[in-house]
């Protein structure tokens, strides 16, 4: 089973995905992540902003995501937090190819990537594709959670919990 997240709800997009093996695609659209393919409204709330400590405390979101784009290394109090509170940090491959500065962003992957797997952190690693040509597969999204320290057993775990709350 695996998903992906788009930037948008683009019907090529999905296909293309889908006879690459995805199970599942969602994409961002005004703050929520939703699903394409459910019939019923199932989103979740994302945050993306400069206040990560308080939302993560107060578990005001389902996910947070570029935290590399606000610069913020997790610790281990908010990891405890982000699993308390069944919140997901989403990891996007556009990120690292869009970043002005590759080598921070690699380094804010690395050390956020560690910590979730450490602390059993629910990560989702997606493509975040906007067209065609930034489209990656399910085995190079697992090749993308493992070189920062994410584990299979943790992936597929994340993405059980994600299903679940369809």
């Not at 997240?5 to 199970?23: E, H, M, P, R, T």
């Not at 996910?63 to 919140?87: I, R, Y």
């Not at 597969?137 to 059980?160: C, D, H, V």
Request: glycine content about 6%; overall charge positive.
């Amino acid at each position: 089973m695996y998903v992906d997240l788009l930037q948008k709800n683009d019907g090529g997009l999905v296909d293309s995905l889908k006879k690459l093996g995805f199970d599942s695609v969602f994409f961002i659209e005004r703050g929520s992540i939703t699903d394409v393919d459910d019939k019923l409204p199932f989103e979740l709330k994302l945050y993306d902003g400069k206040d990560y400590d308080f939302i993560i405390q107060k578990g005001k979101a389902d996910a947070v995501t570029n935290l590399d784009k606000n610069g913020l290394f997790l610790s281990k109090g908010l990891c405890s937090k982000l699993k308390e509170n069944q919140m997901f940090v989403i990891f996007k491959f556009s990120s690292l190819i869009e970043s002005s500065d590759f080598f921070r962003t690699y380094k804010n992957f690395l050390i956020n990537g560690k910590l979730c797997n450490d602390y059993s952190v629910p990560a989702l690693y997606v493509s975040y594709a906007k067209d065609k040509d930034e489209i990656k597969s399910p085995t190079q999204l697992i090749a993308f959670a493992e070189a920062f320290g994410y584990n299979l057993k943790n992936y597929k775990r994340s993405i059980e919990l994600l299903l679940k709350r369809k």
